[in-house]
């Protein structure tokens, strides 16, 4: 199996807007892709019909084999693929080691009797939990804040803990939206590096971005939307010399 | 400038209650009742934000914490040699209030889900054994499962359609169920004796002793009471309490990581009326007497505003919110007519300077496992 998710014919609409146009595109396994495109171009209603938060009116999601399209976002998340959202959504009155525990709760289950009676399968369970909790955490380094609740960290660590909460439930495919936005270079280089290492761990990467040259380096495959239509796709280098993507994209940038 | 709204927010806030106050004690009480609230509100807020802990405090109080629990149980045990029935029967009355506050902390502070009916569950539980017990002579031991599972059942039954509708319409089904239920239970005579209610019910026995006696009775609540905690306790640190929060935090990040979002607020809306229908048959049991006059709106929002006041989310807060509020009346019984307005007054200006409850959230400290 080369190809870890396929889109076919994705539309989604709000009211008159047609925020995807039967987009089709195949993702192949292992690898780091990136989504461009303008403000609205719909890359983020993309992702919300790629992860069961929205539903597409029209097309099919293909996962590993598995039709998604129609499944609720928690069977999607089942099935393998995370997210992170481009509007943090943290849990935010959780200390952070709790937001990637509470992210396991696909991955180790226990019933609620074991819960009251913290009998053996529990407190091992439990362990378990926290110690893989303790582990991402540390992967994405904010262990020196694991006891402090989600809303007080500043923003380039609340999307670092929203990549370590997405790994805890132990994706195979995992959607990053504008992972550096707001963040400034240093930052930026950080999560980029992070993001290399997620990657060495056999993760398939889809990484949304404003700024495509951004992106340029890390993926070897990058699809471009514009208006709701996929425009182009291609390597980095196809895809800047494309006409198209110029017009609708770059030569916007140019123009500024 | 800060000083300044601070003085505005607080004359505001006393001719308000004093212009409620008028009618009642004329011109001089109100009088004396604004100075006093204007005057108080700056003081306790500078007081409040003056405190600053003494530097031991902490470690007083980490020394002292081992003692707290063994304090508290010798003096819960204690309780019936040193008070008399009246005492007795106001703490059997705020031990069902715990039950009923833990139950609804389940749902409207964990899970999040408002609901303005709780006092309909109480009913059913109430209810359930009432009717068993009397129609069919049936015990409190056998009615007690049945009666908290009935009502956890009646739980879930109520959620299921109102889990389509979102936060204001949560509201407005569970407070629509709640009158709901009051008017089956007023006006279905054959089977619930109307607003006469239903009386004789039986007093539970145990090993051939009636614990009708209200000391006896003080120690099941206790004992009830203490195991819901034990209980609400663990269930909040597991897996299940924590997607109830993750729930109540960010339901579409809820959703991503996993959580079967409208699941979990099923089993909150079961779990919460199952202590609910505890309280219920407990109150059924002590009262001996139950009628529909005792499950009224006033009622879900007396629970709703013990689990607001403690701090939402927090089982000691939704106690404590308990026990005030059971409390509080009593003392003020002296001025019967207004303790109401009182207590209104009281939870207004809590919520002005304290919107978390007295309490407040409490996070818990996770450490990390060390290597074995
Ligand atoms: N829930 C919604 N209701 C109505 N319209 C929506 C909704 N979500 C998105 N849209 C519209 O769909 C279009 C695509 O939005 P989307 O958020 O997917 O764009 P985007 O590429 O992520 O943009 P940005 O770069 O600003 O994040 C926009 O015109 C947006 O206004
Ligand atoms: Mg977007």
């Given amino acids: ?256 | 400038m800060r000083n300044k709204r601070l003085l505005v927010r607080s004359l505001i806030i006393a001719s308000w209650a004093a212009i409620l106050f008028l009618p009642f004690k004329g011109i001089r009480g109100a009088a004396e009742l604004f100075l006093v609230i204007a005057a108080g509100i700056p003081v306790f807020h500078f007081l409040q934000r003056g405190m600053v802990l003494p530097k031991h405090f902490r470690s007083v109080v980490s020394f002292l914490r081992p003692f707290f629990i063994p304090v508290f149980l010798i003096a819960a045990l204690a309780v019936p040699f040193l008070a008399g029935d009246y005492y007795l029967d106001v703490l059997i009355m705020c031990g069902i209030y715990i039950l009923l506050a833990l139950g609804l902390n389940v749902i409207v502070g964990f899970a999040g889900l408002l609901n303005l009916g709780f006092a309909a569950f109480y009913a059913i539980g109430a209810y359930i054994y009432g009717l068993l017990n009397t129609k069919l002579g049936i015990g409190f031991w056998p009615c007690l499962p049945v009666s908290a599972a009935g009502t956890a059942c009646a739980g879930l039954l109520v959620a299921v359609p109102a889990l389509r509708l979102r936060g204001d319409y949560l509201a407005i089904v569970t407070l629509g169920f709640g009158e709901i239920l009051r008017l089956v239970l007023n006006n279905w005579d054959s089977v619930t004796n109307g607003p006469n209610g239903i009386s004789g019910i039986a007093p539970p026995q145990l090993a051939g002793i009636s614990l009708g006696n209200l000391k006896y009775f003080y120690y099941l609540v206790l004992a009830i009471v203490l195991l819901s905690v034990f209980v609400i306790r663990r269930v909040e640190r597991s897996r299940t309490g924590r997607a109830w929060i993750a729930l109540r935090e960010n339901e579409i990040a809820a959703s991503s990581i996993g959580i079967n979002v409208t699941r979990y607020k099923l089993y909150a809306f079961a779990f919460g009326s199952f202590w609910a229908g505890i309280a219920g048959i407990l109150f059924a049991a002590k009262m001996r007497f139950i009628s529909p006059e005792s499950f009224t709106f006033a009622e879900s929002v007396l629970i709703l505003s013990m689990v607001i006041l403690g701090g939402t989310g927090n089982i000691y807060g939704a106690i404590a919110g308990a026990f005030l509020l059971v409390l509080l009346p009593e003392v003020l019984r002296e001025v019967q007519l207004y303790r109401m307005l009182i207590l209104g007054i009281g939870l207004v200006l809590l919520m002005i300077f304290k919107p978390e409850g007295l309490l407040g959230k409490n996070l818990r400290k996770i450490r990390q496992p060390v290597e074995d």
Wanted: net charge negative; charged share 25%.
């Fill in chain 1, 1 to 256: 199996m080369v190809h870890i998710l396929e889109a076919r014919d994705v539309s989604k609409h709000f009211g008159g807007i047609g925020a995807l146009e039967d987009v089709s595109f195949k993702i192949r396994k292992g690898a780091i892709i990136s989504i461009i495109g303008p403000n609205g171009a719909g890359k983020t209603t993309l992702f919300n019909c790629l992860t069961g938060i929205a539903r597409p009116d029209r097309g099919a999601i293909y996962f590993m084999e598995n039709e998604i399209s129609k499944l609720p976002a928690h069977r999607v998340t089942e099935l393998g693929i995370a997210r992170t959202f481009q509007n943090i959504r943290l849990f935010p009155e959780m200390t952070v080691i709790e937001n990637v525990m509470v992210a396991q709760h696909l991955r180790v289950r226990y019933g609620l009797l074991s819960a009251i009676a913290h009998n053996r399968t529990f407190r091992k369970k439990e362990k378990d939990i926290i110690e893989k909790a303790f582990e991402y955490v540390g992967f994405v380094g904010l262990e020196n804040f694991a006891r402090t609740p989600a809303c007080n960290l500043s923003y380039g660590s609340q999307r670092r803990l929203e990549i370590a909460r997405a790994l805890a439930t132990e994706p195979g495919l995992l959607l990053l939206d504008e992972p550096t936005a707001g963040m400034n270079a240093i930052e930026t280089m950080e999560v980029m590096d992070l993001i290399a290492q997620i990657r060495e761990l056999g993760k398939t990467i889809v990484l949304i971005e404003h700024d495509m040259k951004l992106v340029m380096g890390i993926s070897e495959w990058i699809i471009v939307l514009d208006h709701g239509v996929k425009i182009a796709e291609g390597t980095a280098e196809e895809v800047r010399n494309d006409p198209l993507v110029i017009d609708a994209y770059l030569g916007k940038e140019a123009v500024q």
